[in-house]
Nanobody
C-alpha cells in the first residue's frame, strides 16, 4: 500500500502565500516524477508543476514566477510554495507521484487533495 498525504492548504488573503507538502509513504521502492495538480469548482483538473528525481521542473505557463515546486528525496516529500496568491488560484490541490513499489511495479498515485481558498 502506498499513500500520498497532503497538508498546508487553507484560507489566505489575496497576495498572501501558502506552502503545500505531500509525503509519500508505504511500500515504496523508488519514486520518479512528483507533481501538483489543481481542480477549481466546475473545471477540469490541470497541471500546476512537476519535478523529476534530479530536480528538473516544469510549470503551467500561467504560474511561472509565483509558484515553486521542490522535493526532498530522502523524505519522499514534494512541496509547493505559492506566492502572490490570487482568487483564481482557489482550487483543490492534488499531489501526484509515479511510484515503484517493493513488488517492482510502477503506478501513478494521487493524494486526497487539499483545499486552497484565496479570498479577502
Amino acid at each position: 500500500q502506498v499513500q500520498l498525504v497532503e497538508s498546508g492548504g487553507g484560507l489566505v488573503q489575496p497576495g498572501g502565500s501558502l506552502r503545500l507538502s505531500c509525503a509519500a509513504s508505504g511500500s515504496i521502492f523508488s519514486i520518479s516524477a512528483m507533481g501538483w495538480y489543481r481542480q477549481a469548482s466546475g473545471k477540469q483538473r490541470e497541471l500546476v508543476a512537476r519535478i523529476t528525481t534530479s530536480g528538473s521542473t516544469n510549470y503551467a505557463d500561467s504560474l511561472k514566477g509565483r509558484f515553486t515546486i521542490s522535493r526532498d528525496n530522502a523524505k519522499n516529500t514534494v512541496y509547493l510554495q505559492m506566492n502572490s496568491l490570487k482568487p483564481e488560484d482557489t482550487a483543490v490541490y492534488y499531489c501526484n507521484a509515479d511510484i515503484q513499489t517493493m513488488s517492482r511495479r510502477w503506478s501513478d498515485y494521487w493524494g486526497q487533495g487539499t483545499q486552497v481558498t484565496v479570498s479577502s
